[in-house]
């Protein structure tokens, strides 16, 4: 960044549930310091964003030139293990093809490039995994993960990968997340005819809040911003473990009702997943970067704010 001159950050995936997190956090950077945000979507892009598919590589190398950002954060991506695995080629597109375009345009202008990736990537035998632990994906969302991490760090090896779990925050509609998914089955499953509600309680979770880690991502751009920039792969989870039979007795307190919750001890999903991904944040925590909200405070935040679960 030349000085006297604004930090530029392209945030692509504004609108998704991570990007809007993101956007309001750099909303308030950009408040109090020398900086431009801005935005892309593209089916949910409005009067604040730059409508952008990053399946149209012409469109993306154009973006990326005009803007000549000093920080690209990609939060977009195809993160669906079931449609990955049943569009292995969908999932390719977005989450390898997409960012090797915006990773080549970023490496001619010098641009730092910040990307999302996920615990996936690992097979879940041997947790805590470090940055440098050896990755195993055992799905075709992990695996298409994995080839864009390394093809953003081939591009540009001072680019940076942050990989994360279970997101969860505010959101469009419940389906939005796998935590808020579980809601309205737990909402039925608390009424006078309601059946019970089956709940995995194999897979150990971290479920991690998403404007916590819009503050790590703003976190990681300050640094960059004062020449100090993080390269390579970093990670940030959330510290309480827990299944999903776990978030659903949790989710059940915070609305005060009496589901009805039936633990699945056994792995019922059509498409493989990791038992205990457990990423280990020392990186960034040892840089005094990060936020941890205490789910059951984060996730009464989130219900009270939609109190109408029935209507879902």
């Known amino acids: 960044m030349r000085q006297n001159e604004r930090f530029t950050v392209a945030l692509i995936g504004a609108s998704g549930l991570l990007g809007?997190?993101?956007?309001?956090?750099?909303?308030?950077?950009?408040?109090?310091?020398?900086?431009?945000?801005?935005?892309?979507?593209?089916?949910?892009?409005d009067a604040a964003s730059v409508k952008l598919d990053l399946l149209d590589h012409d469109a993306v190398r154009a973006f990326v030139r005009d803007l000549a950002p000093d920080a690209i954060v990609v939060a977009a991506a195809e993160r669906r293990p079931d449609i990955c695995e049943n569009d292995p080629a969908l999932a390719r597109a977005l989450n390898v093809e997409a960012l090797s375009v915006i990773a080549t345009e970023a490496r001619a202008l010098g641009t730092w490039v910040l990307s999302i990736?996920?615990?996936?990537?690992?097979?879940?035998?041997?947790?805590?995994?470090?940055p440098d632990d050896a990755p195993a994906p055992l799905n075709a969302y992990g695996q298409s993960k994995l080839d864009g991490e390394?093809?953003?760090l081939a591009s540009d090896p001072m680019s940076c990968v942050l990989r994360?779990?279970?997101l969860y925050g505010p959101f469009t509609d419940w389906s939005e997340s796998a935590v808020t998914?579980?809601?309205?089955?737990?909402?039925?499953?608390?009424?006078?005819?309601?059946?019970?509600?089956s709940m995995d309680a194999w897979a150990t979770r971290y479920p991690t809040y998403t404007p916590d880690v819009a503050v790590v991502i703003r976190g990681m751009l300050e640094h960059h911003a004062k020449g100090a920039t993080i390269s390579g792969i970093a990670q940030w989870s959330g510290d309480e473990p827990m299944t999903k039979f776990d978030i659903?007795?949790?989710?059940?307190?915070?609305?005060?009702?009496?589901a009805?919750?039936?633990?699945?001890?056994?792995p019922a999903d059509a498409t493989p997943r990791p038992r205990d991904c457990h990423l280990d944040s020392g990186r960034l925590e040892a840089l005094g970067i990060g936020r941890r909200t205490p789910f059951?405070?984060?996730?009464?935040r989130l219900l009270a704010k939609y109190p109408d679960v029935s209507s879902q």
């Open 181 to 197: 998914s579980l809601t309205p089955a737990i909402v039925k499953s608390s009424e006078a005819a309601g059946a019970p509600a």
């Open 150 to 152: 390394r093809a953003l």
């Open 20 to 45: 809007r997190a993101v956007a309001t956090e750099l909303a308030s950077a950009a408040s109090t310091q020398t900086w431009r945000v801005v935005h892309t979507a593209h089916r949910r892009a």
């Open 260 to 266: 009805k919750l039936v633990a699945q001890r056994t």
């Open 117 to 130: 990736s996920t615990d996936y990537v690992f097979d879940g035998a041997s947790p805590p995994y470090l």
């Open 296 to 300: 059951d405070i984060a996730i009464g």
């Open 248 to 258: 659903a007795e949790r989710i059940a307190r915070a609305l005060k009702v009496d």
């Open 164 to 166: 994360l779990p279970l």
